[in-house]
């Protein structure tokens, strides 16, 4: 069935370091989603990508789909506490459906 | 304009009772979502439900998991005689259409966290 691994499992950083998360897909997608739970939270939506290639920011987040539509990324620039949680991607494989299979995420701990 | 809303946030159930879970969908929407997420897991799909309707369980364990959406209230998740293994945080989402929902992402209640003892 449909895998969707994403790299690492953990990471923690010093506040102002650089942190990235990847998501790894075996079949291509149809587009992906990004989603940041804090600890005891919910997930909440960050981004939707669509296109091949596709790069969008928001502030110190950097997102971006690969050229194969098989992976994508989520960068940060210069971490702040405020950054801590669980990073989840969220890909769907056909398009125009809603559902949605998670990725395993990524856990964020920014050290102050 | 309230979000999606759950309840109850917490719940104990000991083995063998029933649990039920509660999501009132954003005004105005029709579609609900449910997704259980395991203690350091990602969220698995459960069921997909309109006003009256379930139109996907192929997440829904066959056994004991059960959901509706009546045409009044909220969506009910259902879990009968509770095991251990059902405890996870149960989130729900929902949307006005389907077209929606794909566009812009889900927007999550805040979960109900089960834990069967």
């Known amino acids: 069935g449909q895998q969707v691994m994403q790299i690492p499992q953990y990471q923690h950083v010093q506040e102002g370091e650089d942190f990235t998360t990847y998501c790894n897909s075996s079949?291509?997608?149809?587009?992906i989603q990004w989603y940041k739970q804090r600890p005891g939270g919910h997930p909440v939506f960050l981004i939707q990508l669509v296109k091949s290639g596709e790069v969008k920011k928001q502030k110190r987040l950097t997102f971006q789909f690969g050229e194969a539509k098989k992976n994508s990324s989520l960068h940060i620039t210069a971490t702040q506490t405020t950054d801590v949680g669980t990073y989840f991607c969220a890909v769907n494989l056909q398009g125009g459906t809603y559902k949605y299979i998670f990725g395993t995420g990524t856990r964020l701990k920014v050290l102050a | 304009n309230a979000g999606v809303m759950q309840n109850p946030r917490h719940l104990v159930r000991r083995r063998g009772q029933e649990a039920r879970l509660r999501c009132s969908p954003m005004k105005g929407h029709s579609h609900v979502y449910w997704y259980r997420q395991l203690p350091e897991e990602g969220l698995k799909f459960m069921v997909y439900l309109q006003k009256e309707n379930i139109i996907d369980e192929s997440g829904m364990p066959k056994e004991r998991f059960s959901a509706e959406f009546p045409k009044e209230g909220p969506s009910i998740l259902r879990i009968q005689q509770v095991v251990r293994g059902d405890s996870a945080a149960y989130f729900c989402?929902?949307?006005?259409?389907?077209?929606?929902?794909?566009?812009?992402?889900?927007?999550f209640g805040s979960g109900t966290r089960l834990t069967v003892v």
């Open positions: 079949t291509t997608l149809s587009n």
């Open positions: 989402a929902s949307s006005p259409t389907l077209r929606d929902r794909v566009i812009s992402g889900y927007t």
